[in-house]
């Protein structure tokens, strides 16, 4: 089981690692590491929901954070981004922190419907934000930007650099391989929270919650570090894509990205440890096969989630599962018949 | 003074309109363990419908009201239908569920961002709060005759479907679905019939609750997710299920929203709420009014 694995992530990094040589278009490239970004952020909170029990619906709020956190800290303070980024995360572990302490106690429920208002609250704080900063005044006074760029966003924060390294053509290269490896990590450390002794407490926790419970596995101990834990790299995951974008804005917190990272979570499978990447990739590859019918998207997405929701709640990994299983029942069953 | 005033009247104004959305909201979730995440939607639909019958007919606003909540409880059927219908027996029913109307709600907001982006009205049927012959006075601040009309609608609504859970048949199979589905099922109720009537009475209510709304905000297809966020709140803060308990935080949020945007500034409204509902909830994990119970299996 564990060996089958390895050699699928050992065929995809290769795949990933060879693509963009494989003579593909360039607007493909960007899709492709767009879609690494979403797929870290879905994998975290495939961590965060699926493995650890945690209906949270501020995984795109802590996204946002690390996106704005990054683009703050390089427009106010004139860090270099790779300085940034890892702040960001530190700060995306700490605002998930304080989230998780105020809202983990509470029945599931509960955890979902006050971190979607977590949400809706950053988006508004943003989406008002009007006063003109007196940071954004330091070059030319009769600038008004406000402090977050409030609804028209925040540029001019820097880049991850590539273009002064690899040039004017292939600069997004150096984007892609970055984005790539942040998802390799993001990858890794999922399947060590899962194989580590966290992952055996929510294991013996979903087993079984009285035993658990009553042998000392606390739940909200484990939730807490999990949801805390998780947020470094989706945060880091938000620095990123603001650096490749060199733009952030109110709609990395708005509803429609909730609900296409929701979709991949959905479709890919919920708990399932490949489901965020297929979810990712299924979902970015129909968004460009259906890029004509743009302004049905949302309509589209909303649909697929509730479709899944209905009839494959395990999504496609678990599906591939279940055929699998009842293909290897069917086949020893043959066997057996034969031999006997 | 004059500011005191001006916040109870809008406190009212805003408790009245969650209130409504969050009665339906705690019913439903007292029913069957069914958080509509639709609800919004059907919220936006209500002000729609309203303003559909009352412009193609030439209805006064009073009277396209209830045929606007009665398409609003047809469309809460639909949800019903759609969704929940098919996933009762899920095994985390309460999460997908979330999930499931979450897609659904995002959908017909987007078909209705894609089909009625032009039919966009500013505040349709807010009146001026200038002094006129429809409004009065109370101390300086003038209050129209509408605000009465909308919490005495509140009010009135509220009172009958009190009227309706304690007095009726169908309220009471309702309410006995609510302690214990299992029970009900054996004394014979026929409990799925009971969940459509609850999404059907919860969805007319939050179609009033729209049509309220759009008393002082624009109609637009996105109007209703704001207030659903809020009606969420208002029924985290009383205790999931906690019927009366929601009349009493609605009345609350609404009073603490119409502060802040009063003293502090609109924008930070919503802020307050939310810190207050986590910090309260800090205190009280299972909701102001809440008991700790054993969750359902």
Redesign the interface.
């Known amino acids: 089981m564990k060996y089958r694995d390895l050699i699928i992530f050992a065929i995809l990094l290769a795949i990933a690692i060879a693509f963009p040589w494989m003579g593909v278009k360039r607007y493909l490239i960007a899709s492709a590491l767009i879609m690494f970004c979403y797929a870290t952020v879905v994998s975290q909170w495939n961590l965060v929901f699926g493995i650890a029990g945690i209906f949270s619906l501020a995984q795109v709020a802590i996204f946002a954070f690390g996106a704005y956190t990054t683009a703050v800290l390089g427009r106010y303070m004139d860090l270099t981004l790779w300085y940034a980024f890892p702040i960001a995360g530190l700060a995306g572990m700490v605002f998930s922190f304080f989230v998780g302490l105020a809202c983990l106690r509470m029945r599931g429920i509960y955890v979902a419907l006050l971190t979607l208002a977590i949400s809706q609250v950053m988006f508004v704080l943003i989406q008002t934000d009007s006063a003109c900063s007196p940071l954004n005044q330091r070059d030319n006074p009769a600038t008004c930007v406000s402090f977050t760029g409030g609804a028209q966003g925040l540029g001019g924060f820097g880049s991850f650099g590539w273009r002064d390294v690899l040039g004017g053509r292939n600069w997004i290269l150096g984007d892609y391989y970055t984005m790539l490896a942040l998802l390799v990590v993001a990858l890794i450390f999922t399947a060590a929270v899962t194989q580590s002794r966290i992952g055996l407490a929510f294991k013996a926790l979903r087993d079984n919650e009285e035993l658990a419970r009553s042998r000392g596995v606390s739940v909200f101990k484990y939730q807490l570090i999990v949801f805390a834990a998780s947020a470094f790299l989706t945060a880091m995951a938000g620095g990123f894509y603001a650096a490749h974008f060199g733009a952030v804005g109110s709609n990395l917190v708005a509803f429609p990205l909730l609900l296409f990272l929701i979709s991949m979570l959905v479709v890919g499978g919920i708990g399932k440890a490949w489901g965020p990447l297929l979810g990712a990739f299924l979902l970015m590859a129909a968004d460009e096969v259906f890029k004509e019918f743009s302004d049905w998207r949302n309509i589209g997405l909303g649909m697929i989630v509730l479709v899944f929701m209905i009839f494959l709640p395990e999504g496609v990994a678990g599906a591939i599962e279940a055929v699998s299983k009842r293909a290897t029942r069917l086949w020893t069953a043959l066997r057996r018949r034969s031999s006997a | 003074m004059n500011f005191f005033i001006q916040i109870i009247v809008s406190g009212l104004t805003f408790g009245a309109m969650y209130a409504l959305a969050a009665l339906g909201l705690a019913l439903v979730w007292g029913a069957f363990n069914m ?1 509509n995440m639709a609800h919004g939607i059907i919220m936006t639909l209500g002000a729609y419908y309203a303003l559909l019958w009352a412009e193609i007919w030439g209805l006064p606003l009073f009277f396209a009201a209830p045929f606007a909540a009665i398409c609003g409880g047809g469309f809460g059927v639909l949800v019903y239908f ?2 929940a219908h ?2 009762l027996r ?1 095994r985390n029913f ?18 209705l ?2 089909f009625l982006r032009e039919e966009f009205r500013t505040a349709p049927y807010s009146q001026p709060l200038s002094l006129g012959a429809d409004s009065f006075l109370v101390g300086d601040v003038p209050v129209s005759y509408q605000r009465i009309v909308v919490w005495a609608v509140a009010l009135v609504l509220i009172m009958l479907v009190g009227l309706f859970l304690t007095r009726t048949n169908a309220g009471r199979a309702i309410r006995a679905t609510a302690q214990s589905r299992d029970a009900a099922r054996l004394m014979g109720i026929p409990v799925k019939r009971v969940y459509v009537m609850v999404l059907a009475l919860a969805s007319g209510l939050a179609a009033i609750s729209g049509i309220m709304l759009s008393s002082f905000k624009d109609v637009h297809p996105l109007m209703g ?2 207030p659903l ?1 809020k009606a ?2 208002v029924i ?1 803060l009383a205790g ?1 299920g906690n019927i009366t308990g929601a009349l009493y935080a609605a009345l609350l949020v609404g009073m603490v929203e119409a502060t802040v945007k009063v003293l502090v500034a ?2 930070y409204g ?2 307050a709420i ?1 810190v207050l ?2 910090a309260a ?2 205190w009280r ?2 909701g102001l009014f809440g008991q700790r119970v054993v ?1 359902r299996q």
């Open positions: 958080l759609i969704s098919w996933m899920q309460e999460v997908t569920i979330i999930i499931a109307t979450f897609g659904l709600g995002m959908a017909a907001e987007a078909g961002l894609k997710g704001d966020l969420f709140i985290v999931l609109d924008k919503f802020t939310l509902v986590i909830l800090i994990p299972a969750a």
